[in-house]
């Protein structure tokens, strides 16, 4: 089939111009969408995707699993993060860096 068919029956909205996603599993849509030319939508599109046996097969930790180890923050930690304070460099414009050089001070 050369591409020129493809157009024509584009254009004659006999192949859909857009091919929607497949609906998922839980969906309650059988098939996709899709959008042909004259701006048509249908649900002939894709099939449902099947259930995903990775989704529904969890596995659980027996015993409940170990506890994440905490540590308690004592009041000198508090302090010494409160003095943290961050001093910025001054900016300085680029221009000025060369003011010396292009004017005379004794001036």
Same mark, same amino acid.
């Given at each position: ?12 909205? +006999? $192949?859909?111009?857009?091919?929607? &996603?497949?609906?998922? !599993? ?6 996709? =969408?899709r959008v042909f030319?004259?701006? +048509? $939508?249908?649900?002939?599109?894709? &099939?449902?995707?099947? !259930? ?6 969890? =596995? ?5 699993? +170990? ?18 304070v961050p001093t ?20």
């Open positions: 089939m050369l591409i020129q068919d493809h157009i024509e029956d584009l254009k004659d909205s +006999k $192949i859909p111009v857009i091919l929607g &996603a497949p609906p998922l !599993s839980e969906s309650t849509a059988a098939k996709g =969408k030319y004259n701006r +048509k $939508i249908d649900h002939e599109g894709p &099939a449902c995707l099947p !259930s995903n046996p990775a989704k529904t097969c969890i =596995k659980r930790q027996v015993g409940g699993g +170990k506890q994440p180890a905490t540590k308690a923050i004592e009041d000198s930690d508090i302090e010494s993060l409160s003095n943290m910025p460099t001054p900016m300085q414009p680029h221009h000025w860096k060369h003011f010396s050089v292009f004017h005379d001070k004794t001036l």
